[in-house]
C-alpha cells in the first residue's frame, strides 16, 4: 500500500509538472520501464501514465482533477484511496490496466529530468537544490539555476534493477545529489565538511584533521564539480577481502569509483535526510591515492566509512585482502 501511494503521488506530479507534448515522451518511457521492472516492485504510476495516454487525446484536460478522472473511469475513488481496492489490483498488487500499443515520438529525454520528478520517485534518496536550502540554507540566485546541469538519468534506468543487489532497483540502492564546488564561498572540501560537521551534534566527521590526513589533496583541495551524483548508499556486496584490482573488476561499465569527497558528502547527506548510518561497520575504497608526506607514504587508497556515533571517519588501505574494506560505485554521467 505505501509503494501504490507512492505512485500516486509520483503520478501527480507529473501531471502538475509536464506540458502535453512532454507527457508523450514520458509515455514511451513508462511504457518501456513495465519490460524492466524489478521483481516484487508497484509500478502503477507508469502503467495509469500509458492509460491515460489512450484517453487524454478523447477529451480536453483542463485541470490535475479532470487527469485524475480520465485513469480508471470506473473506479474513480483511486486518487482518494476511498472505497474498493479489488476493482484496480488481483493477483498481489498488480494492476488490471488495457495493453496499449508504444508509439514513439521524437522528443528529446530531457523532458525526464525536472528535479521535482526525480524527487517525487527517489524520495529520501535524492538531494537537489530545495534540500540544500533546506538544510545548509545554501541560497541558489536565479541567475545560476541555469548553470546546474539536468538530471542525466532516467526514470527508466532508476527503475531498473540494481546491478548490485537482486531484487532491488536503482532508485532505492542508490542516493543522488547535487554536488557543489563551494558552499557559502568556500571551496567544500572533505576538511571543509569537517569544520562544518565538528560535533558533538550527528553527523559529524571524526579523525579527518589527524597527522595522517595532512597535506593529502583528496581531503585539503579536491571539492566535487557542480553535477549530479548517483552512488551506491553501501559498499557493493561482496567486495570485502578482495584485492584493489579485484575490486575494481566488481564495477560495471557504467560505474567508478567515487571520489574521497563525493563519498563523504554522500554519507553525510544520508544521514541528514534519514538518520541513517552508511557503512557503519565497513570502509568504503575510494579512486584517490595518497601522496608522499611527511607522515604517509605514497599510493595508499583513500576510504571514507565506519559511520556510527562516533562519526564519519577517513582512512588508507594498502590494497591487499581486507575483512572491513569494500568498494564503492559511482553511476557515470552519460556522454
Known sequence: MQSREK????LRTIFAEYADAELNQLIVEARQS???????????????????SSVR???PIKS?????????PNVPDIVSDEGDESALFRDGDEPRLPQLPIVVPTMSPAVFTKPSIIRALMGTNFFGVE?????YDVQFPSVDIPQIPPFPWSIELLNSPCPFNPGKCI?????AFLGLPTMHGVPLTVEQWFKIHPGPQQPKVYRVRDLRHRGQPHIDVTSMSLRWYLILKEIVPNSTDKTRAEQSAMLPETYELPMTI?????????????RIYCNS????ACAEHTVKTSSRAAGQVSCVGYFYEGGLSGSYWYGERDAYVGVGASRKVPA
Open 7 to 10: 505512485d500516486i503521488r509520483l
Open 34 to 52: 513495465l519490460n524492466n521492472a524489478c521483481p516484487e516492485q508497484s509500478f502503477v504510476a507508469p502503467q495509469i501514465i500509458a492509460h491515460t
Open 57 to 59: 487525446a478523447q477529451a
Open 64 to 72: 490535475v482533477a479532470d487527469e485524475e478522472s480520465l485513469i480508471f
Open 131 to 135: 534540500e540544500w536550502k533546506q538544510y
Open 171 to 175: 532508485k532505492d540502492t542508490h542516493f
Open 262 to 274: 563525493a563519498e563523504t558528502s554522500k554519507d553525510l547527506l544520508v544521514y541528514k535526510r534519514v
Open 281 to 284: 561497520k565497513r570502509w568504503t
